[in-house]
């Protein structure tokens, strides 16, 4: 890694916030970015003590997508490789065992809105704009964009997006599904840095095992997928932090979970 940080990381009680800091940029996804990137988040899913992770950028931009200069140089045959442009920070993110929450402000284009869409919630400002405009200029989303935005949006609304490369506002994201919350630009990280917080307070394990369930609902079939929500459901009945949970609800106080 660079010695050079785009890429800041702090850990908050349970929540690690990681800021894309490449503000002249606009936090364009170089090569160095997303290795820092991928890297803070393997540190914070190794961290025992995090337990939701929030990424953010600046307020003009969360993030604008592939670095262009970089993306001239790379050959096809690299872009295949298991550690080529891109895959080991998204391929990480589709496998992520942590809940993470975007905080966007201003543009979230391309790879960026990528980024957001590879996100468990989105709390996007009111000056958030997302798209991905890679039709204009020769190419198409490679980060997961056609797929991602075709469950969070439906397929009419996303081949809007990805065929006229058109952004959309954060209203318009928010009425469409890909986005939680919309807040003033002012409000957008507190608001996503208490969704994290509220999600840490809860059981680490329940967590992990709600979100891992979740994602089999595009993934499989619904009879795979109830067999898969049943699966974790039973291995949690196990496990200290149920039984802390229904004591402290017994009790009428708040529990106190350990992630086991």
Request: aromatic content about 4%; overall charge neutral.
């Amino acid at each position: 890694m660079s010695e050079r940080a785009v890429v800041t990381s702090e850990v908050r009680g349970f929540v690690a916030l990681l800021t894309l800091t490449r503000p002249k940029a606009l936090n364009a996804l170089s090569r160095e970015l997303m290795d820092q990137l991928a890297d803070a988040l393997a540190e914070a899913d190794r961290d025992g003590g995090v337990r939701a992770v929030v990424i953010t950028g600046s307020e003009r931009a969360f993030c604008v997508g592939a670095d262009i200069k970089e993306l001239t140089g790379l050959m096809n045959a690299r872009l295949l490789d298991t550690d080529g442009f891109a895959r080991r920070l998204f391929d990480g993110l589709s496998r992520y065992r942590k809940p993470v929450i975007a905080a966007v402000r201003g543009l979230a284009l391309g790879g960026g809105c990528e980024l957001a869409l590879a996100c468990d919630v989105v709390v996007a400002g009111e000056s958030a704009t997302f798209g991905v405009p890679e039709v204009t200029i020769g190419v198409i989303p490679g980060a997961g964009g056609t797929q991602r935005l075709v469950h969070a949006l439906g397929k009419a609304k996303a081949m809007h997006l990805l065929l006229t490369g058109e952004p959309i506002s954060a209203r318009e994201a928010w009425a469409g599904g890909l986005v939680a919350r919309v807040t003033s630009d002012e409000e957008c990280l507190s608001t996503a840095l208490g969704i994290a917080e509220r999600i840490a307070a809860n059981a680490p394990q329940a967590v992990q095992m709600a979100k891992d369930a979740a994602g089999r609902a595009h993934e499989t079939s619904l009879q795979q997928g109830l067999e898969h929500e049943r699966r974790n459901f039973h291995l949690l009945l196990g496990t200290s932090d149920m039984r802390e949970g229904i004591a402290a609800f017994g009790e009428k106080r708040k529990p106190a979970f350990t992630g086991h």
